[in-house]
């Protein structure tokens, strides 16, 4: 019996199955076998939340949660951090490799060439309310340019796909600065292609009235360490809503549309935004023990705090904290770094928090770096979003190319009624609960 492999007993039968055992992993559709008789439908896997699920092969990501261990195509995140812009590792995420010095330049050319938004898009914008989400304008403007590239759905073209994949990365930076601008009142600044990829999205943010914008070049590093630290995180939330959807071969725009609708949820992408608001409401340090005293009595959550992979510290949290200094050197000190210090230094000491190895995450400095350098916290997912485009795009491409995938559409387990006679209206009666309640 090959050692590779799995042999379960079927108590209610006494029938012994042996299934494979593939790189650490059994496949599901192999228990579908296992029946009680012809009209059994067969074992399925019940994993609510895909605990203990792989939804399919990759090589994109490595993340290893017990060692707080990340790599992209098998570089450390640390390593790339140091040594890399955002759009070498945005190329090394999509196709592989680290680029030549002769493709990161063609690369860079091409991406800056699409920064440009249709011109109407600012009128799609201007249908938002003055104190619109700028997350939920970035999820309906990446949607809405759909509209502008039919030809997008033609998934099947390769070169096709790599069109759409650099539209994307251009102008995600130009949506997420035209959203920051029209919460603000502001006129939209035009992307300069002078630039680089981070001091462009700093253009199209910041710049007023002089005629050309001049980035502080430790404020354009920090973006684009953290853009490289949020590129991609294998199959989180948001890829996992990209992969669903680009399944049913809906085109790009509105697959990552979806997937940016995901990380906006508080308990994903938009922890960032929640961890300024916690330290907003703990206000000192002195009420730090408090806070944690409140949250181990079970009355909400340490926002930035915990992983569903990383049982240890997220490497992420470690290399941003390193750049918040780098960032308060130029713009000053944000007092909150203080406030989440303590309570990070309380809550890793603290047995509620060991048990349950929650360690802080990528969330937990990268607001405060966001607000020294002069974003409002409604911006901080979207900070998020902009990277992460580039992660949910090779991540798209790789189930499209994958024999493997095909339409994603997972089983229940059925827990309703068994059929039942109709009752006609005149026998009805009115349910506990009326469904009419406010
Ligand atoms: C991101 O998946 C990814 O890779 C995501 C991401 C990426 O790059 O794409 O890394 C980005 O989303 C980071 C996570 C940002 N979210 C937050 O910081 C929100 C706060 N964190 C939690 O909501 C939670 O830790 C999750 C959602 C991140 C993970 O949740 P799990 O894996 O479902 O864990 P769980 O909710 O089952 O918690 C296990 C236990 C529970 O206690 P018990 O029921 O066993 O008593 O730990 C507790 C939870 O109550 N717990 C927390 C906690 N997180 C979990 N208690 C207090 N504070 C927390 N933050």
């Known amino acids: 019996m090959a050692q590779d492999s799995l042999t379960v007993t079927d108590n209610r039968t006494n029938q012994t199955y042996t299934v494979p055992i593939t790189k650490g992993a059994v ?34 990501t490595f993340i290893d949660g017990d060692r707080g261990i990340l790599r992209y195509r098998g570089y450390p ?23 030549t010095e002769k493709e990161l330049k063609n690369w860079v050319t091409e991406i800056t060439y699409h920064t440009m938004l249709h011109e109407t898009t600012k009128k799609f914008m ?34 096709n796909r790599l069109l759409q994949i ?14 920051y601008r029209h919460s603000l009142g502001f006129p939209y600044a035009y992307p300069d292609n002078d630039l680089s990829y981070p001091e462009n999205f700093m253009n199209m943010l910041w710049r007023m009235v002089e ?5 502080t070049p430790a404020l354009a590093r920090a973006l684009d360490i953290l853009f490289i630290l949020h590129a991609d995180h ?80 997220d490497p992420r949290a470690k290399i941003i904290k390193w ?32 048990k349950r190895k929650l360690y802080p995450n990528v969330d937990f400095y990268s607001g405060i770096i966001y607000q020294a350098m002069g974003f409002k916290p409604e911006m901080f997912t979207v900070l998020f979003a902009i990277p992460r485009t580039v992660g949910w795009l090779a ?22 009624h068994e059929v039942r006679e109709f009752v006609p209206m005149e026998k009805r009666t009115p349910m506990a609960v009326s469904a009419n309640s406010r």
């Not at 579908?32 to 399919?56: H, V, W």
């Not at 790339?80 to 190329?91: D, I, K, N, Q, S």
């Not at 650099?166 to 949506?175: C, D, E, F, Q, T």
């Open 77 to 99: 995140i640390e390593v790339l951090a140091e040594h890399c812009t955002f759009l070498e590792v945005a190329y090394l995420v999509l196709f592989g490799e680290l680029p």
């Open 395 to 416: 991540q798209w491409q790789e189930m499209l190319t994958d024999p493997e995938q095909k339409i994603a559409r997972p089983r229940q387990v059925y827990t309703g």
């Open 323 to 354: 750049t918040a200094e780098r960032v308060f050197q130029v713009t000053g000190r944000n007092a909150k770094l203080d406030i989440a210090l303590e309570l990070e230094r309380i809550a890793l000491e603290d047995d509620y928090f060991i």
């Open 166 to 179: 650099k539209r994307l990365i251009g102008k995600m930076p130009s949506i997420a600065a035209m959203s």
């Open 211 to 215: 005629p050309k914008y001049v980035a």
């Open 234 to 313: 294998e199959q989180n939330c948001s890829a996992n809503a990209m992969r669903s959807v680009g399944s049913s071969h809906a085109d790009p725009y509105l697959a990552t549309a979806a997937a940016a609708a995901a990380l906006s949820g508080p308990l994903h992408g938009g922890a960032n935004e929640e961890v300024l608001k916690m330290l907003d409401e703990i206000g000192s340090q002195d009420n730090v023990p408090a806070y944690v005293k409140k949250v181990k009595e079970g009355h909400g959550k340490l926002m930035g705090f915990g992983h569903r992979i990383y049982k240890n510290y």
């Open 27 to 60: 496949r599901a559709m192999d228990f579908r076998q296992i029946k009680t008789g012809p009209e059994d439908f067969g074992l399925m896997t019940y994993d609510p939340a895909f605990l203990n699920t792989a939804s399919c092969q990759s090589s994109i």
């Open 126 to 159: 201007e249908g938002f309310r003055h104190d619109a989400h700028p997350m939920a304008m970035l999820v309906s403007t990446v949607a809405a340019l759909s509209t502008f590239y039919p030809e997008a759905r033609d998934i099947q073209d390769p070169n």
